[in-house]
């Protein structure tokens, strides 16, 4: 066996109206909380006044973290927090808001912009982390990376160490039960992403491989009722500890070709994450096949496909149908026309996913041209 750790965050709270706890969890957590939300439904559905209930008046309040955080809402966060004189975060949103509240974290413990840190490691751990996720798909609550935008350089930062992992997080899955049902497919989609790539990822491990296949399990016999039947819990909160796993399994393995791919499609033309990573999920399990045929079969077993007496390649054909029925079965855009993407933007899309640090990972290493077909096919 090869030599493998796994992070994982100190404590997690999970279950329905799990986010009563956190007036009484944050006293060990720091003096003042910066508390951090996006622009979303966070204040109409209660959210918000539940977060506030519990912090009590003791907090400074950052808000309206848009979906793509770049540099300057870092930079704007990092304001708040250091003149409110707080020592802690509370953030509650989806991946982007958890997102933002690392970076200011990294930045609040550690001198400089945080340009320096994309490939450089920060010298001193983030103040203490509450993250409270809103969403069921980006396991950002659980891992150590942070997604800033570079609106300059056009490219999405993927900025990651351990440092920047969060001290405590609670899954409440009552708090997702108002996302819109393209959100709910987006993030599920998204999650599931991580799961795959996560399990064939040159670097996943024995530790990480558990985590993806239950992951993968919970998320595709949920994701369809949780959609389409919103209000139950049962489905909502099999997704929240489904993308849960999902981002353990990624923090301890890494992503892959898809991530490479969808990280332009949102620096260029702002498509969310989880949609991009959506239509290009079964393309590249396709493109992948022939490399990782046998890693293939503990996914399809996972999704439920019968397996007995099936030769590997009728397996992994089986599991790419899957996955491009289960996408065409959601409320979601298909194809890259649709987001009014210029068919004279992919080559610049593809050298910039080419040379992506996830797509070395790929079990299938991409030429730049075959990246551009993969663009081609779904547009």
């Not at 006293?27 to 966070?42: N, Q, T, W």
């Not at 551009?372 to 547009?379: F, G, H, L, M, Q």
Request: charged share 20%.
């Amino acid at each position: 066996m090869q030599n493998a750790a796994l992070l994982s965050v100190p404590k997690i709270i999970a279950g329905s109206n799990a986010i009563e706890t956190l007036g009484k969890e944050i006293v060990g957590i720091g003096r003042k909380p910066l508390l951090i939300i996006g622009s979303g439904s966070i204040k109409q559905n209660g959210t918000l006044d539940r977060l506030t209930a519990g912090l009590g008046e003791n907090y400074a309040l950052f808000e309206n973290v848009p979906s793509d955080p770049d540099i300057e809402t870092v930079n704007a966060g990092l304001t708040v927090y250091r003149t409110s004189d707080c020592d802690c975060i509370v953030a509650a949103g989806g991946g982007s808001v958890l997102d933002a509240a690392k970076a200011i974290g990294l930045l609040a413990a550690n001198a400089g912009k945080i340009t320096d840190y994309e490939f450089t490691p920060p010298k001193y751990k983030c103040p203490p982390i509450v993250a409270i996720p809103t969403t069921a798909g980006t396991g950002s609550e659980v891992t150590k990376w942070s997604i800033i935008t570079d609106p300059v350089l056009k490219k999405k930062m993927a900025i990651g160490h351990e440092y920047l992992m969060p001290a405590m997080v609670v899954l409440d899955p009552i708090l997702t039960i108002s996302m819109p049902r393209e959100v709910t497919a987006a993030t599920g989609m998204d999650a599931l992403t991580h799961a795959i790539e996560a399990f064939i990822s040159d670097k996943a491990t024995p530790l990480s491989e558990l985590w993806s296949l239950k992951a993968i399990s919970m998320l595709t016999k949920n994701i369809l009722t949780a959609t389409y039947n919103p209000t139950d819990i049962h489905a909502r909160t099999e997704m929240l500890l489904g993308q849960m796993y999902a981002g353990v399994a990624f923090n301890n393995s890494s992503v892959a070709l898809v991530h490479a791919m969808s990280r332009p499609l949102g620096a260029y033309y702002g498509i969310p994450h989880g949609e991009a990573n959506a239509m290009l999920l079964a393309t590249v399990l396709e493109f992948n096949r022939l490399a990782c045929t046998d890693r293939y079969k503990p996914i399809a077993e996972a999704v439920g496909i019968r397996t007995e007496n099936k030769d590997r390649d009728y397996i992994a054909k089986s599991l790419v149908s899957y996955v491009a029925e289960l996408f065409s079965a959601l409320p979601l855009k298909n194809k890259l026309r649709q987001f009014e993407v210029s068919v004279d933007d992919i080559p610049k899309m593809a050298k910039d996913a080419y040379v992506n640090a996830s797509a070395r990972v790929n079990p299938r290493k991409a030429l730049e041209s075959e990246v551009i077909s993969i663009y081609k096919s779904i547009y």
